[in-house]
């Protein structure tokens, strides 16, 4: 069973096991070949708690659970990234 907040199932929706293929393509369109290691880090840190918040409705608890990292460092990333919910 898939659960979806819209009434499309998009690849956000579908587990990672079923879209691994996938993200792995998606490092080579955002993280160019010859990027300084650190830069492409934060890259997909920013990229991975963007998709985190995505999924849990932007409930910042439940997509740093998610993500395997306490809330308080949650909103440190989410300064840092200058992301807003």
Do not use: W
């Not at 819209?6 to 956000?12: E, L, R, W, Y």
């Amino acid at each position: 069973m898939v659960l979806c907040s819209d009434n499309i199932i998009t690849t956000q929706d579908l587990p990672e096991e079923l879209i691994g293929a996938e993200a792995e393509l998606d490092v080579d369109r955002f993280v160019p070949l010859g990027m300084p290691l650190p830069k492409a880090m934060e890259r997909i840190e920013e990229s991975l708690i963007r998709r985190a918040l995505s999924r849990c409705n932007n409930v910042q608890a439940h997509a740093a659970n998610m993500l395997g990292i306490t809330k308080s460092l949650m909103q440190h990333k989410l300064k840092k990234y200058n992301i807003r919910i």
